[in-house]
């Protein structure tokens, strides 16, 4: 058996106190001063941690940064004095996509490397928008050799980036005619890509996203200015993401790493000729927004010779340019299905990128028919980000996290605690789902149940009367 693929977490406190969810009202003109006051005998010392200038003079609200939600303080107090509320600073934060226990969860995540526990139960919803509305197979769960990151048994989240011949042709005489195929075998079924406002955050972010991807195996997308600046050893994880005119001023960079990234457009089969033409074995990827169109635009990639496309959704998933934009979830499936129905869908590579935003977004978008997804936003959100800038994917307020200039250890260390976190999820994920390898999860409909499908069963007649 190969050695156990593993990510080395840290416990790293972020350099600023994160929006807590929880708030106490405390009514303490009526306080008896108990010597066994349940504030003192908090399991987590939260009171003791939190400084009476928290509290708000106008709401009387006191937010509770560290609360885990156990309400052991509002049960105990003799009197009745203690309430817990939902701090309004929190729900603030993010959109209705980037909620704010999602961006709480990335937070822990990023601190602790650890998969999240919710100490006061999860009272939300079951289903919702994109991911939200679909349900993944757990049949196998009560399976003893199912046992996920417990070690019982091996399952592998590796997946191969490149071109992948359908058959191998040999000659009369039994030499091999087809061209060995060359690959990029990563570790875990994800990449980590430009965020939306990194060209705000300063080199220090793309060079903390190189050191990451070599501590976790995998690769990083990344300007060419910026991939140059870091160290030699770092050169072979970086994918520059190249213009047309990039190309002949980065050739020597070119001739270094194994994968270039190029942006879609009228002329991208010809810059892919000349990046080929600097070298030979390199991959080539073309970033391809997803919009109107986009899956016959895939299959015509894929007939002139791109194998490997990099799906880039908006911020929330959605198709860019559209009227009424679908979510990255359905225009994977069409994607996904119009290549099968043509004959090389094995041939190609899709990455999946915009609207990732948990573990579970990841196994869900490969179900759908990715290969594997790019990280780009959770990242900036594992450094404190709140999503509060515009959501048209500028950022022009004042960063309340100070994210830019941030040292390249400290971030690269919350990045790292972030994908190891999600790594343990997705393999609990396929444990329960009884798949010994997360090349067999993608575009594995039929092991989840997509909420739209069951409501059109259940209330299609009632609609359509």
Known sequence: MPERYHIKTAATPGRFRRVGKFGSVDWREDCSRCTNCVKVRCLYDTYKKESAHNRDPLTGL???????????????????????????????????????????????????????????????????????????????????????????????TTVDIGPKPLRLEFTADGKMKTAPSSLIEIQMPAILDVPPWSMRMGRELALARLASAKALKTLAVAKPADIEAAPADQWPLAVPLMEAADVAAHAELLKKVRMVELADGPDVLETAGKVRAINPALIVAVRMDVKAGAAARASDMGRQGIKVLHLAADLHGMEKGVEKPRHLKDTLREIHGRLVKDGFRDEITLIAGGGVALAEHMAKAILCGADLVAVGTPLLVALGCRVCGSHEGTCDEPCPAEIKGTEVEYSSQRMINLMGAWHSQMIEVLGAMGIREVRRLRGEVGRAIFMEDIEREAFGDLIRK
Request: net charge negative.
């Open 62 to 156: 006191q937010p509770l940064y560290e609360c885990k939600g156990c309400l052991s303080c509002v049960q105990g107090c003799t009197k009745g004095l203690l309430a817990i509320v939902i701090n309004p600073e929190f729900l603030a934060m993010g959109d209705d996509y980037w909620r704010p226990d999602m961006l709480a969860t990335t937070w822990n995540q990023s601190e602790t490397g650890r998969i999240p526990v919710s100490g006061a139960g999860y009272r939300g919803r079951f289903s919702g928008p994109g991911f939200d509305g679909i349900w993944t197979d757990m049949s196998e769960i009560v399976r003893p050799t199912r046992d996920g990151i417990h070690g019982r048994e091996y399952i592998s």
